[in-house]
């Protein structure tokens, strides 16, 4: 027997439109690429994004076609997110540090038809534009005045474009499981992987990200997104901006901690979203004022592990709340948010604190297991430790176009292999072991490399540490730590760290050496290369083996 429940489709264009009658007036602040503070409402954002949705039409743009972007954080970018997703195309938004063959990989394996640039990504295209047969046109987003020389053919003016278009628009109405938007992420071997979203997984996705317990944005937040809008949908934050009237503030392409402080600043940002990289920019800016941003009361941060020492500066000595939060962008990208249940108020501080360095708890929406080798399901106590897999609301069933890698990633039985090893406890606490690839095997035992960096990161003379399992003729592979000191500080020994961590960490996990570096290598999304890095310490024995 059915629900007598009406259908209505789970649409993106609801979002904004719902904003823009009930919350018109909450703002979206940007550093705009030309440089000044860019603010409007809400109801001039859904205007602008159905003046974008005629422009497309008017272009030539249909139902499911592909229209790129390669763009900061900025209100032009916010607009493509609802404009093209909300008149039926697909947003597919391009990360520009991506290598270029990437981009023209992705480009071109996308099929798009139009790219909308940020004014800095210009000679980006120029240089690749020979390479992409498929597009139409490059639609660059800026006013007249700053219209720059280019040698792009067919560059349009996003605000010319937006212009010419009256702004009386209804949104389509379509099916609910329509592609929205593509995102691809690129792994450490083979070209990238395209994830298509749709309308009801990304709705979906922003009740998730609106639920968050204390982390996502509510009616009265004044978010900032550092997480770049041109990876996986900045974790949502634009809609669920969207959905609740928060108000939105985008860092445009400033991400230098000076910059990063006077924004929030000014904007009385309460709550923000980042990768660690940048919460240590902001820390050492704030260390330097010695003060936080004014209302600064909430970080969030995922994409990679965050030390228990950074969340101890943050909440001890300036009493911002840290929510660590695990994703992925083929989960759109949220799959655990570290939010502390009320049994857990018992709890001492360091027990509270550990909990807060795990990768935080289940959501509803994303089902978890974790197995062995063989496949096996192991119990979720808390040690038993191995591949997670998933599936769920806004879990992607199959990459976009590419049997290959689907077939790699994607069980016949309908799960998706994360590649992180992990553990599980009886409350959905995560913690994530290590990548599966970077997981270091001594003796047939594992050691977590995240584990040790995040010990190592508590030392007062290190800002950031990576641990690489490096070839052992007897062992099989050894930890190896590559260190960057901290500022004013001299670079500590091998001897000195092992003393440190001596109580940290097993006595068999101790690193068998240290290099010191002045800078580790990063990837396109912001999380430490080992690729590089173990490329670049390539023909590297320890000493005397
Ligand atoms: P991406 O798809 O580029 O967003 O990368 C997803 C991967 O980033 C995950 O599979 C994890 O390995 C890693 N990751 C994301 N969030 C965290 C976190 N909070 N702690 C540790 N690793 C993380």
Redesign the pocket.
Known sequence: MDGLMMDRPLLISSLIEFGARYHSKSEIVSRSVEGPIHRYSMAEANYRSKQLAQALTRLGVGKGERIATIAWNGYRHFELYFGVSGMGAVCHTINPRLFHEQIVYVINHAKDKYVFIDLTFVPLLEALAAHLPNVAGYVIMTEKEHMPETKLDNALCYEELLASENGDYTWPEFAEHTASSLCY??GTTGNPKGVLYSHRSTVLHTFAVCAAGGAGPNTRSRYLSLVPMF??NAWGLPYGCAMTGAKLVLPGPSYQGDAIFDLMDAEKVDKAAGVPTLWMLLLSEMQKRGRKPEGFETLV??????PASMIEAYEDKFGVNVH???????LS?IG?IGTLLPSMDVLSKEERRAIKTT??RAVFGVEKKIVDQENNRLPEDGNAFGELLVRGLWTASSYYNDPEATAKSFTEDGWFR???VVTLDENGIMN?VD?SKDVIKSAGEWISS?DLENAAMGHPAIREAAVIGMPHPKWDERPLLVAVPAQGESAPTLDEVKEFLADKVAKWWLPDDLIILNELPY?A?G?VSKLNLREQLKGYSFPGV
Do not use: L
């Open positions: 992420t690129s990876h996986v941060v995922g994409g990679s592990a965050f660590h939060a695990w994703g992925m962008t083929e990208p655990t990768q935080g994360t590649g992180d994530v990548r995240i990837t999304t999380k």
